[in-house]
């Protein structure tokens, strides 16, 4: 026989070697090697935001819209006039949260510090052109939003007044092709708004009106908005003792002395309503453990 090559003989010893690694790495491959990890799975999918319903400019403007229609039906008056006027209000919401999800429904619970502006020319009856309120709020599955605890800014927006004449544009302003401002449409709104009584909204208390004795608490029953601050309050109080640890119970508990201490100081219906905001934003900031 024939003598093999040396060199024929190590090329076909090498082609083997490699064929039999191939193999080798073929069968022990890990079928998961090519799937992505968690982290990166992380890094790939935004994670969701549960709530952010609760904050967005669309439930906003319905919180804003259900506010007027509720101030206008307890009026009596004329509900296309409290529209205008809401179209050109402004609302803001500072820690906009959602409080519970019930997932048979798909309704959300949130609840906010809100606080409304109104137009140029339209005020309260107290003169105030500015509301600010706790308030709790439900968005619904269709998008409907239902408001809760909300008294202590409709009881005000049923006092709306118009408080300024409408300015008029220069003479030959259209002429020159100078277009209205904001504040002019919105002020020629509320020529529309006719002055209204002190409040038609019943001004009822968390407390009995019929003890009350001192001057704090006469003020706060003759007065719609002060009693629905009073109201709001109380429910938020009562809610923050229902879910409280010891420490906070007994904090709630003892600023509650301090905060009716310094309403019985004040002198005036403004200065009860400030401290009624303010103590509302304190019963939040101990259930928040910022205090």
């Not at 205008?84 to 919401?93: I, Q, Y």
């Not at 619970?109 to 709020?137: E, F, Q, T, V």
């Amino acid at each position: 026989m024939r003598k093999l090559n040396p060199t024929l003989i190590a090329l076909i010893g090498g082609i083997v070697i490699v064929l039999l690694l191939v193999a080798y790495f073929a069968t022990n491959r890990n079928a998961d090697q090519d799937k992505l990890t968690g982290n990166e799975l992380g890094q790939t999918i935004a994670p969701a935001q549960p709530g952010r319903e609760c904050a967005s400019s669309a439930t906003y403007n319905l919180i804003k819209k259900e506010l007027f229609l509720s101030a206008a039906q307890h009026r009596g008056s004329d509900q296309a006039t409290f529209e205008e006027v809401a179209g050109f209000a402004v609302v803001r919401m500072d820690n906009a949260v959602m409080e519970s999800e019930d997932e048979s429904s798909g309704t959300i619970d949130c609840s906010g510090l809100l606080s409304l502006d109104l137009p140029p020319g339209i005020a309260l009856a107290d003169g105030r052109r500015n509301l600010m309120s706790n308030i709790d709020y439900s968005i619904q599955p269709n998008g409907a939003v239902v408001l809760r605890n909300a008294n202590a800014l409709i009881g005000p927006l049923t006092t709306l007044t118009r408080v300024a004449e409408p300015q008029q544009p220069a003479a030959g302003a259209e002429m020159n092709g100078t277009a209205p401002t904001e504040e002019n449409t919105a002020a020629s709104v509320s020529a529309n708004v006719q002055p209204g009584p002190a409040s038609s909204y019943p001004g009822r208390p968390s407390f009995d009106c019929a003890s009350a004795r001192s001057q704090s608490e006469i003020t706060v029953c003759s007065d719609a908005g002060l009693s629905a601050l009073d109201v709001n309050m109380a429910t938020q109080y009562r809610r923050a003792l229902a879910t409280a640890t010891p420490e906070q119970r007994a904090l709630l508990q003892r600023t509650r002395d301090r905060f009716l201490g310094y309403r019985e100081r004040c002198a005036n219906r403004q200065c009860i309503g400030d401290a009624y905001v303010g103590r509302m934003r304190e019963i939040r900031d101990i259930m928040a453990g910022r205090l």
